[in-house]
């Protein structure tokens, strides 16, 4: 009786491990269910985080050196090189340059600042810009371009009438770093080609222009300057 009642009991030790496992399984199942739901939560949360809202001029600045076509509309588009996110804008771009053609004259404004390496404008997203066909790509040294026209997020376009009055302010994609239908791309389409406008900004959905250590000039700079 004595040896029987040994045996059980090293039965019962050796079933603990497996006991506590089947006791904590459900919770950590519970635990890896939660960690993914707060990951998915936090990616939905940043695709649809829109850069910083401003005011863009209302009409083409005068004192920028950016030149205007007054027989076409004037897209412009502020980029950061080092944003990927703005690389959906780029191909929602490419759609509108097809579907626009000759009606649209579109300018691609590079951010740099003047304390960047050699290599700053070496990035997919700036290889992206130069492939679009009929556009024109702009250095913006130390964003001043940006702040004369209001720009403050990567991926911002600003429409303008040949008469360079100010049509549509915003973003052309759906979320962050996400291509597809979007009321920025329909609504800009809708005026170059039909003269319609039922839409006039957006939220714009990127990387900051200007980040921390990185300045602009308010005011136009002198030959000096821009030679930095």
């Keep these: ?94 759609r509108l340059q097809t579907h626009c053609q000759d009606k649209l004259a579109i300018q691609i404004v590079l951010f740099q600042p003047s304390h960047a390496d050699h290599d700053w404008l070496d990035s997919q997203t700036v290889d992206l810009a130069n492939q679009i066909p009929k556009t024109y790509t702009i250095i913006d040294k130390d964003g001043v371009e940006a702040t004369r026209f209001g720009a403050t997020t990567s991926g911002q376009v600003i429409l303008f009438a040949p008469n360079g009055k100010r049509v549509f302010s915003g973003g052309i994609t759906p979320s962050r770093a996400h291509e597809g239908d979007n009321l920025g791309s329909q609504a800009i389409e809708a005026y170059v080609c039909r003269g319609d406008l039922s839409v006039d900004q957006t939220k714009v959905f990127g990387c900051p222009l200007l980040g921390p250590g990185e300045r602009s000039y308010p005011e136009p700079r002198t030959l000096n300057d821009r030679a930095e």
């Design 1 to 94: 009786m004595e040896s029987s009642f040994h045996i059980r009991e090293g039965s019962l030790n050796n079933n603990q491990p497996f006991a506590l496992y089947r006791l904590f399984l459900p919770v950590m199942i519970a635990v890896w269910i939660g960690l993914i739901g707060i990951g998915f939560i936090t990616l939905l949360a940043y695709q649809n985080t829109s850069g910083q809202a401003t005011d863009s001029q209302l009409a083409w600045p005068n004192s920028t050196y950016i030149h205007r076509d007054s027989k076409r509309c004037n897209l412009l588009l502020f980029l950061h090189p080092r944003c990927t996110c703005s690389l959906a804008t780029l191909k929602e771009l490419a």
